[in-house]
């Protein structure tokens, strides 16, 4: 079980300063003290049938039951969760299912996941615990973790309740506190959650970030540590020779890896993980299913992720990004340079600023502009088609 508490604020969460020689980016914490071999062996065995992690999302809030882990069985009165929180756990899974070789799948139902997510009204622990209890992690005796987060405690600071978020599912993927020394190791040597790492070293820290800025992501720490536990995705094997001038290329089965040349290319990849490059010219680009690598190149290029988690980076030119079903990223975009986003003007939509940019949520998935403030863009960019 974790606990993440503001106990005692004024002197618990108190930023310092390190003076010991560690370093806050890169690799600076051994993986073994971010392992929690016990927390690693019980999300391997919920995922032994099939090699999927599958996780449940209860977004429309309200009365539900839940195992409670060691609070016992109870109802609770949940919350919805945002469509911005929805679109900001999904990308984080989008991103480790390309680093991590462990397989992520949403669930309709809580009962069929492995990971249940709800937004609670709030967390009492009762003797067990003091202060406020700001995110918890339990496993259920239904099979799986239930991970619970503090919504009207962290409604009014987005970047830490996503903080939060990442630390809880960091316990259900098998992370451990820095301070931890059951298992006989710790960040120096130090049980103290307030002296230990930074947040900036492991999304697993309690601490103030020493920078003032929470992490957006699991730090290299915390991605080295996971690797560990679940191996890196291996590459996709093979790569395709690159197309010919004025080529029209499909490729239906198997993950592609195509390349267009000097002239406007017309690129589509199919069912699985494709990569595709448009370089030189004014591309059409089309991943079709699948977790997808799309890159424009130079000339103004007509992007589209298709189905799955995709990647996209327009480069140099005036692109066009068609917004698709999945959780997408969109890299470089830049509405100056004349970009602009596609989408079906039967489909509501709805913008607002996130953590790591823009976020363009629809009911069939989400769109963020990496790095993009959303006071740089007006109604212009997108073109309703």
């Known amino acids: 079980m974790c606990v993440l508490c503001e106990r005692a604020q004024a002197q618990a969460f108190q930023a310092g300063e390190i003076d010991d020689g560690r370093v ?8 073994a003290v971010l392992i929690d071999e016990g927390s690693a062996a019980l999300t391997r065995q919920f995922t032994a049938t099939d090699g999927v992690l599958d996780f449940y999302l209860h977004t429309p809030g309200g009365p539900v039951v839940i195992d409670g882990g060691g609070f016992g ?10 469509l911005e929180d929805q679109a900001f756990f999904r990308s984080t899974v989008a991103r480790l299912d390309a680093i991590l070789d462990l397989d992520f799948r ?17 967390i009492d622990l009762g003797e067990a615990g003091s202060g406020t209890t700001v995110g918890l992690a339990t496993t259920s005796g239904f099979g799986g973790w239930e991970l619970f987060i503090n919504e009207p405690e962290l409604a009014n600071d987005e970047n830490f309740r996503r903080y939060v978020l990442l630390h809880e599912f960091g316990h259900a993927l098998g992370l451990e506190h820095p301070f931890e020394a059951a298992d006989g190791d710790t960040v120096n040597g130090s049980t103290n959650p307030w002296t230990s790492a930074f947040p900036e070293e492991t999304v697993m820290a309690y ?22 536990i679940w191996g890196a995705e291996p590459l996709a094997p093979g790569v395709m020779p690159d197309i010919p001038l004025q080529t029209t290329a499909f490729f239906e089965a198997g993950p592609d890896a195509l390349t267009g040349a000097s002239s406007a290319d017309v690129l589509r990849g199919g069912l699985a993980n494709d990569r595709l490059l448009g370089g030189v010219g004014d591309d059409r680009l089309s991943g079709g299913d699948g977790d997808d690598l799309i890159q424009g190149g130079e000339g103004a290029d007509w992007l589209n992720g298709g189905a799955g988690n995709d990647q996209l980076w327009g480069d140099g030119g005036a692109d066009r990004f068609r917004l698709s079903a999945g959780f997408d990223v ?55 088609v």
């Open 106 to 122: 949403e669930s309709a139902t809580a009962i069929g996941a492995d990971v249940d997510l709800f937004y609670d009204t709030q």
């Open 73 to 82: 069985l109870q109802v609770i009165q949940s919350l919805p969760i945002s």
């Open 207 to 228: 601490r103030l970030p020493l920078s003032g800025v929470w992490p957006e992501f699991f730090t290299d720490n915390d991605l080295q540590a996971l690797v560990q």
């Open 24 to 31: 806050l980016k890169g690799l600076s914490i051994a993986p």
């Open 330 to 384: 969109i890299g470089g975009f830049d509405a100056a340079a004349g970009d602009r986003l596609e989408l079906s003007s039967d489909v509501s939509y709805r913008v607002a600023q996130g953590v790591q940019g823009v976020e363009i949520s629809t009911a069939f998935g989400a769109t963020t502009l990496l790095g993009v403030s959303l006071a740089s863009l007006d109604s212009s960019v997108i073109n309703l």
